[in-house]
């Protein structure tokens, strides 16, 4: 799939813009840049655009999404101003096939719940779209269930911070991961911790590369000469 050179990380923000906000992917959009976002499911099962599993570097609250209906997360203002944790379905309305979309699936829903709830919101969506995670099992249900959708494996091997998600994050960076179970159509790898020899992996898998996150124009050059496309912040 073809994202074009550079893919906008969690839309096109900074200056009072929110990440995954409306106002982002509409700038995004106007620009003609493909946008990166990430999905999670609310208490009552609703897909919602937002980052982490909790409100408090976003929105200044220390409680997990997850544990709130939509109707509650939309008292919550991003980042101090009007914008709001938008519905995935309201995001899919506003690209309307415009850019392509590239949605991280989070982990922490039991599997297949998520899955199953994007699908059948993409179900009527003519744009362009992939999927990709952390998580090899998301892959694997995609592989299983809906293997026309393009899928792509993430691969990190900075530190998170807790020793969980460290271990899924090491094991979801193997090779024999990504050739017997995800079997992905595109790696897509952190600039701060990618090598030449996972280049090649992917060159030998038959996978695109795709590489992230590149905030200044160096690193955006440099990041070109190897990635079919850079998923970008411009500051």
């Not at 997990?64 to 899919?92: G, H, M, T």
């Not at 982990?107 to 990709?132: C, F, I």
């Not at 280049?199 to 590149?214: C, H, K, N, P, R």
Request: neutral net charge.
């Amino acid at each position: 799939m073809d994202f074009g050179k550079y893919i906008a990380h969690r839309g096109l923000h900074g200056g009072g813009i929110p990440e995954n906000s409306m106002a982002a992917f509409e700038k995004a959009i106007a620009k003609g840049l493909a946008i990166e976002l990430d999905i999670r499911m609310t208490k009552d099962c609703r897909l919602v655009v937002f980052h982490d599993a909790d409100l408090l570097r976003m929105c200044g609250t220390d409680i997990k999404l997850s544990e709130l209906e939509y109707s509650q997360l939309a008292a919550f203002p991003l980042s101090d101003c009007e914008e709001k944790i938008p519905l995935f379905s309201d995001v899919l309305k506003l690209v309307d096939s415009r850019v392509p979309l590239l949605i991280e699936i989070k982990r922490g829903s039991p599997y297949g719940t998520v899955e199953k709830r994007l699908m059948k919101l993409l179900k009527g969506y003519n744009g362009e779209y992939a999927v990709q995670s952390f998580d090899p099992m998301i892959l694997l249900w995609f592989r299983l269930h809906a293997p026309k959708v393009c899928r792509g494996q993430l691969v990190t091997g900075h530190p998170s911070g807790s020793k969980k998600e460290d271990l899924l994050e090491r094991l979801s960076s193997t090779k024999p991961v990504w050739k017997y179970i995800t079997k992905p159509d595109f790696l897509s790898f952190d600039l701060r911790t990618i090598e030449m020899e996972d280049i090649y992996t992917a060159q030998e898998l038959g996978a695109d590369v795709l590489s992230w996150t590149a905030d200044t124009p160096e690193l955006r050059r440099t990041a070109r000469a190897f990635s079919r496309s850079v998923i970008s912040e411009w500051k």
